[in-house]
């Protein structure tokens, strides 16, 4: 931010000061935003009962850190991959009340179908197929990993808490949990639905950050409220998570998009131009 502020104002970009009515939430180019760095989850407050069987958190379930807060309650429905493609003639929907009701659902795509990458990542997202189940009235949605090259490999069950990141921490509007493989199984082979019962509990961990802002031309004419108004993308923020390409499983800084100075160095290109 230092950087750039330096380049606004080599470029005759001045600070915004009061101008708009900002008061004290600008000091010199920054305006201070507040921001979701993760989730973690608040073990004191989150407890599932499976027909009245209390299940071992982070064992034998665990919450999503996109989840919906609070009581989860309805009985299990098994929709496949819970997959929407009426251009592929797909609907594990098709032929079942979800509403009221918490759905399993595998994670992924199933394999055979045929798909172009982007059609995998599409159908495959996890918060999309919390949205299916959302808009058809479902109470829940749990997911489960159906296939794994080593069925000893213990479950991260969390993993979606421990790479959150503000978007991924975005609530679906549904309560959202994982379930093992294990427990996914029992539920398939009850002889009747099983029933979930009870609360969830996250704890939205925010850090505070700055964007740099300023402004070019007269007063009169920034207070006109027609200003055009020209941005563009600095970083990423804070240390990845769902999307990043890290890899690995440290705690790595994500330095966001390769090409992620080309916007601001346009910016500060534009300001020099106008300010000539």
Same mark, same amino acid.
């Given at each position: 931010?230092?950087?750039?502020?330096?380049?606004?104002?080599?470029?005759?970009?001045?600070?915004?000061?009061?101008?708009?009515?900002?008061?004290?939430?600008?000091?010199?180019?920054? @305006?201070?935003?507040?921001?979701?760095?993760?989730?973690?989850?608040?073990?004191?407050?989150?407890?599932?009962?499976?027909?009245?069987?209390?299940?071992?958190?982070?064992?034998?379930?665990?919450?999503?850190?996109?989840?919906?807060?609070?009581?989860?309650?309805?009985?299990?429905?098994?929709?496949?991959?819970?997959?929407?493609?009426?251009?592929?003639?797909?609907?594990?929907?098709?032929?079942?009340?979800?509403?009221?009701?918490?759905?399993?659902?595998?994670?992924?795509?199933?394999?055979? %179908?045929?798909?172009?990458?982007?059609?995998?990542?599409?159908?495959?997202?996890?918060?999309?197929?919390?949205? %299916?189940?959302?808009?058809?009235?479902?109470?829940?949605?749990?997911?489960?990993?159906?296939?794994?090259?080593?069925?000893?490999?213990?479950?991260?069950?969390?993993?979606? &808490?421990?790479?959150?990141?503000?978007?991924?921490?975005?609530?679906?509007?549904?309560?959202?949990?994982?379930?093992?493989?294990?427990?996914?199984?029992?539920?398939?082979?009850?002889?009747?639905?099983?029933?979930?019962?009870?609360?969830?509990?996250?704890? @939205?961990?925010?850090?505070?950050?700055?964007?740099?802002?300023?402004?070019?031309?007269?007063?009169?004419?920034?207070?006109?409220?027609?200003?055009?108004?020209?941005?563009?993308? %600095?970083?990423? %923020? $804070?240390?990845?998570?769902?999307?990043?390409?890290?890899?690995?499983?440290?705690?790595?800084?994500? @330095? $966001?998009?390769?090409?992620?100075?080309?916007?601001?160095?346009?910016? &500060?290109?534009?300001?020099?131009?106008? $300010?000539?």
């Amino acid at each position: 931010e230092a950087y750039v502020a330096e380049m606004f104002e080599k470029a005759g970009v001045r600070e915004m000061g009061q101008l708009y009515g900002f008061g004290e939430e600008i000091k010199g180019y920054e @305006h201070e935003v507040e921001f979701v760095r993760g989730v973690e989850l608040d073990e004191s407050k989150t407890s599932l009962k499976a027909d009245w069987r209390q299940l071992k958190t982070k064992e034998e379930y665990a919450p999503a850190a996109f989840s919906k807060q609070g009581g989860i309650a309805g009985k299990i429905i098994d929709v496949g991959y819970g997959v929407v493609a009426p251009e592929l003639g797909i609907d594990d929907y098709e032929g079942k009340s979800v509403k009221g009701r918490i759905v399993l659902v595998r994670k992924r795509v199933a394999s055979g %179908l045929g798909l172009s990458p982007a059609q995998s990542a599409t159908y495959g997202d996890l918060r999309y197929k919390a949205f %299916l189940a959302r808009e058809r009235g479902a109470a829940g949605i749990a997911f489960w990993e159906p296939e794994l090259v080593d069925e000893k490999k213990p479950e991260d069950l969390l993993v979606s &808490i421990n790479t959150s990141n503000s978007v991924v921490a975005a609530d679906a509007g549904i309560p959202a949990i994982f379930v093992s493989r294990k427990i996914a199984r029992e539920w398939l082979g009850a002889t009747k639905p099983v029933s979930l019962s009870g609360n969830i509990a996250l704890d @939205h961990k925010k850090i505070t950050t700055s964007n740099v802002v300023g402004i070019m031309g007269s007063d009169e004419a920034c207070r006109s409220g027609r200003p055009i108004v020209i941005g563009a993308h %600095l970083d990423h %923020l $804070g240390y990845g998570g769902e999307g990043s390409l890290e890899t690995g499983f440290t705690k790595t800084v994500h @330095h $966001g998009a390769d090409d992620n100075a080309s916007g601001v160095a346009t910016m &500060i290109e534009v300001a020099r131009n106008v $300010g000539a």
